[in-house]
């Protein structure tokens, strides 16, 4: 559809009327009046126990660079949660955020990260967290996350305990927290929570981690689904007062696949996010926004808890198209599958990036963080991963395609897929 177009569907969306698939853009019992309204957010949230309060829905910024128009857009509507990442387009997602929101940084909470390694110093990370504060134009971060953590030994690293006590003394973050994605999710989440190391806790979570969801779905196959412990974990962090934000909660972010069967009853997007909302171990949401649009489309969510009749087919519906694809989260099965050694979890991440979000940029600078990433896949005789999947991914071809999409030579990328509309 055309931004025109989008605007539309969602102006004929809040018009529909309360009930049944029906229930449009309209979060709660019946309103009073069915005129149209302009997409908002309609709900705040604690953030476990910080003392902060935040839109269910936040602002991601990951592929953000230079739209300040946008961001400002974004607090227009009510976004008061906006996550960023020094690594995030070569600093220009951090920069862009600190101009849009000069004289309006009181309005807001301001989240950014950092990947602190095993073997980093205070002072390496203190200096980062200062270039960062530089580039938001502020003089203090209220979320600092250690980025992308797959490691317990980042985790442990006392020289990272050691930054947090110095940077909240001095007043330049005010919570720690950790974000992950990653096959050991879970267990760097536990480690986390266990040894009160964090306040709040970024995830990859979606409707793929639902036990009920996905078992319903695969009834008819040959396998039965294994559900990973991410949903425990979340509980165990919440019940520990642990903030709890969700993101990569729409599962590859292939919009354009759903568009055609969308109607009044919401979208896709809308859909995978009530899911994610209606979790209580849930906080709020996390998406990348990369137009008015988005933020509108996005926010007809804000405000649900429990999905919608119509949502279940349209989850359903996507999973039947793009479920062959898409690792869950925390599941981790084939951990141990490669005797070479491929971090087949995190190869599969990448490869989102490049066929799914239709980012290259951001797949080829992750996939060379991996060191040899999927290179062995390539001349492998044994595919001893195969079958490893609980879920039936078909881990050879996938991999494979990493490997020779995003190896590092600039012809390898000729003929990768052409960018589609997606979120993440």
């Not at 906006?82 to 000069?102: K, Q, V």
Request: glycine letters at 10%; hydrophobic letters at 40%; one cysteine or more.
């Amino acid at each position: 559809m055309t931004a025109i177009d989008r605007r539309e569907f969602l102006k004929q969306s809040a018009r529909t009327a309360v009930g049944g698939v029906g229930v449009g853009l309209l979060p709660g019992a019946v309103r009073a009046a069915v005129e149209p309204e302009q997409p908002r957010v309609r709900r705040t949230v604690a953030l476990g126990d910080t003392g902060l309060h935040i839109s269910d829905i936040g602002f991601g910024s990951s592929r953000l660079r230079g739209d300040e128009g946008l961001v400002r857009f974004a607090l227009e509507r009510g976004i008061s949660y906006f996550d960023t990442a020094r690594s995030y387009t070569g600093g220009r997602s951090e920069e862009t955020i600190g101009r849009a929101l000069r004289g309006r940084r009181h309005e807001v909470v301001l989240a950014s990260k950092i990947k602190v390694r095993a073997d980093d110093t205070w002072q390496r990370v203190m200096s980062a967290l200062e270039e960062s504060l530089r580039s938001l134009q502020t003089d203090h971060i209220d979320v600092y996350f250690n980025h992308a953590v797959n490691d317990i030994e980042r985790l442990a690293n006392p020289e990272w305990h050691e930054f947090n006590a110095r940077a909240k003394a001095q007043g330049k973050i005010r919570f720690a927290g950790m974000s992950g994605h990653g096959g050991n999710l879970v267990e760097c989440l536990d480690y986390a929570v266990e040894h009160a190391l964090v306040d709040v806790v970024l995830v990859g979570y979606n409707f793929g981690q639902d036990p009920a969801f996905y078992q319903r779905f695969t009834r008819s196959l040959d396998f039965v689904a294994v559900q990973s412990d991410l949903p425990a974990a979340l509980a165990r962090a919440s019940g520990k007062g642990v903030g709890v934000v969700a993101m990569k909660t729409l599962r590859g972010a292939r919009l354009n696949d759903m568009r055609p069967y969308e109607s009044g009853g919401g979208t896709f997007a809308q859909a995978a996010f009530r899911w994610t909302l209606s979790n209580s171990d849930v906080d709020a949401l996390i998406v990348t926004m990369k137009s008015p649009e988005m933020v509108e489309e996005y926010l007809g969510a804000s405000g649900w808890l429990p999905p919608v009749r119509a949502d279940v087919s349209l989850l359903d519906r996507y999973e039947a198209r793009n479920g062959a694809s898409q690792c869950r989260y925390g599941c981790n099965a084939c951990a141990t599958a490669c005797p070479e050694g491929v971090p087949i979890a995190e190869v599969l991440r990448t490869r989102m990036y490049a066929e799914d979000y239709g980012d290259l940029e951001l797949a080829r600078a992750d996939y060379a963080e991996l060191g040899a990433g999927a290179s062995p896949c390539l001349s492998c005789a044994h595919r001893a991963c195969t079958g490893a999947c609980p879920f039936g991914l078909d881990i050879p071809s996938l991999t494979s395609y990493a490997a020779t999409k995003l190896r590092s030579s600039s012809s390898s990328m000729s003929s990768a897929p052409p960018p589609v509309t997606t979120g993440d």
